[in-house]
């Protein structure tokens, strides 16, 4: 077992020490290899680096409370990347191939993965990339597949703790019709700089409008947007939010408390009536937002607008009892009725 402080790690690229890997030349996979190097070598034409022609993927594993060790919801991750490989013109790793890597990273990487007991887990990243040095605009023929991971904590610093959020007017994340829904990388690069001056400004997250009309709420730069009204989750139908497995999860669980799920246009001045608004994802786990200011211009002082929940740090009921029902879950503390855990030998 590595010698890590679980309940002071944070989530970041800690580097653990096996990655495995596959290469798509020829029209067909190589073999899957576990490369304890932890590193692989790119020509400097790779259309990766000029044309961001990537996808990625992030789920955990957990140590359950009886001791088995478990995948939350990998299928849906390998359902996720194939549709995001399409979307770019890549081969993608079908099921069992994605489910057996992730598998054989745990397995090799088991050192890192965090006992139970702790607010941690094993952050797996799955990350799909053109190989092929070229110029041409068009999808390359080598791709390289590979799974890495690593043990992660609290994504802000604190769990089940509540952060202000800031919608910037003068950014959008994706275009109409554009990349939205797709895990690529090229749609977080264009948030790192309003993220950097958010942080400057104290803002944990960026709460992005749909970029059409800026009328509706589509999602946080990391994470998908749910507002509690009454007895109702009320969460995005958007085609510019990422399908997250989390908010699906939360969904039915949502109904399975009892509650109203209603998936439709949020229209902004909605914000001012809910009692409680999170954010979900595999990350961020839930993170519930304390208030939202709206701003015209980011980089500027005024605020045309806030919407508050919860003074900062503070928490709802209902995010709490969400937070709690699906980390039960994935703990192994409470049933697991849905059949979200999957279960691995190490
Ligand atoms: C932009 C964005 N939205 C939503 C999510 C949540 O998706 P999931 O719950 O599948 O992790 C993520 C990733 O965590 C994300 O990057």
Redesign the pocket.
């Known amino acids: 077992m590595a010698d890590i402080q679980w309940d002071k790690i944070g989530f970041d690229a800690y580097r653990t020490k096996t990655l495995v890997l596959a290469r798509w030349k020829d029209g067909k996979w190589s073999e899957i290899k576990e490369d304890d190097s932890f590193s692989f070598t790119l020509d400097p034409f790779t259309c990766v680096f000029h044309y961001a022609m990537s996808c990625f993927e992030?789920?955990k594993a957990f140590t359950q409370k009886d001791g088995r060790v478990v995948i939350f919801r990998p299928l849906?991750?390998a359902h996720?990347m194939q549709r995001t490989a399409r979307f770019l013109g890549l081969p993608a790793p079908d099921d069992d191939m994605f489910v057996e890597m992730c598998e054989r990273c745990v397995r090799a990487n088991r050192e890192f993965l965090p006992p139970y007991g702790h607010d941690a887990s094993l952050y797996i990243r799955p990350l799909l990339l053109g190989a092929q040095p070229k110029m041409q605009l068009t999808p390359p023929d080598e791709v390289i597949f590979a799974v890495m991971c690593a043990p992660a904590g609290s994504y802000y610093g604190a769990f089940l703790k509540s952060f202000a959020a800031v919608i910037p007017l003068n950014y959008d994340?994706a275009a109409p019709k554009g990349s939205g829904s797709y895990?690529v990388g090229a749609?977080?690069a264009s948030t790192f700089r309003p993220y950097q001056i958010a942080h400057n400004q104290g803002y944990m997250e960026l709460l992005y409008l749909n970029s059409k009309t800026h009328g509706f709420i589509d999602?946080?730069?990391?994470?998908?947007f749910f507002g509690i009204k009454g007895n109702s989750y009320v969460t995005p139908l958007s085609d510019s939010?990422?399908?997250?497995?989390?908010?699906?999860?939360l969904q039915e669980l949502a109904a399975d408390l009892g509650m109203k799920v209603e998936k439709r246009p949020v229209p902004v001045e909605e914000l001012a009536e809910f009692e409680e608004v999170g954010a979900?994802?595999?990350?961020?786990v839930i993170t519930p937002i304390s208030h939202i200011d709206v701003k015209e211009e980011l980089e500027e002082d005024s605020v045309s607008r806030t919407y508050r929940y919860f003074p900062d740090g503070q928490v709802g009921p209902v995010c709490t009892r969400l937070y709690k029902a699906l980390t039960a879950i994935q703990k192994g503390e409470a049933e697991d009725i849905h059949n979200w855990c999957h279960g691995i030998e190490l």
Do not use: D, W
């Open positions: 992030g789920l849906e991750n996720r994340r895990k749609n977080y999602e946080f730069g990391s994470s998908n939010v990422l399908p997250s497995i989390t908010n699906k999860s979900c994802g595999t990350a961020v």
